[in-house]
């Protein structure tokens, strides 16, 4: 990291500001004392401004070009899309976080409260994403974006209700595999973004 950090110094300040930011947070996210993962709420506020909007606007950054009402928008919108993919990445895992003594976000909250979490975070961030649909103008002429983006949030429903209705009957290794998909979904949700506000 500290050598990614060097690199960046080629960069804009805006990137190097970022990288020296999640270079801490992860520190503070895995490094003992700190340790934060292992702190529920705090592992899951890291997880939603490091990777969920600080990572996508390291991205915008290294461009040096300016962000714009429906940019900012849109990386908002994935500060919420990651607080629902946290938690579904350690709900199959609870067990194994028990015995080490770890107490995660979805530990504290549950099976149940942790999947409601991820729908509703899930449904924050689309909204966001339609606002930032708006802001940059979309309109009757651009149907495919509007589409597109419908897609994404279906690929979202389809991993997360059934995964709601069935999670009381469900194997750690079920849970696991709906981890996998809602990381397909977090990747359909991506290339939309950069497809639809890129092109």
């Known amino acids: 990291m500290s050598a990614g950090l060097a690199g960046s110094l080629l960069l804009p300040v805006a990137y190097r500001l970022v990288y020296a930011v999640c270079l801490v947070l992860s520190v503070l996210y895995s490094v003992p ?3 934060l993962k ?10 939603m401004l490091g990777f969920g909007t600080l990572t996508p606007y390291a991205g915008w950054a290294a461009t040096g070009l300016p ?6 928008l849109v990386l908002i919108g994935f500060c ?9 990445t350690q709900i199959y895992q609870i067990e194994e976080d028990a015995r080490r003594g770890d ?3 979805a530990r504290a909250l549950g099976l149940r409260r942790s999947l409601l979490v991820a729908a509703g975070s899930a449904g924050l961030a689309f909204a966001l994403f339609g606002a930032a ?11 495919w ?13 389809l991993v997360l209700l059934p995964w709601v209705r069935r999670y009381a009957v469900m194997s750690a290794r079920e849970h696991q595999r709906g981890m996998y998909h809602a990381l397909l979904a977090w990747a ?3 290339v939309v973004v950069v497809v639809a506000w890129g092109s």
């Open 33 to 35: 004392p700190f340790r």
């Open 67 to 72: 962000v714009g009402a429906a940019g900012l």
């Open 103 to 105: 107490r995660t976000l």
């Open 38 to 47: 292992a702190v529920p709420g705090a592992d899951w506020a890291i997880n």
């Open 145 to 157: 974006r509007w589409l597109a983006l419908g897609l994404a949030a279906l690929a979202w429903g």
């Open 80 to 88: 919420p899309l990651f607080a629902a993919l946290s938690p579904l």
């Open 133 to 143: 649909a708006i802001a940059a103008g979309w309109g009757s002429a651009d149907p």
């Open 188 to 190: 359909i949700t991506d």
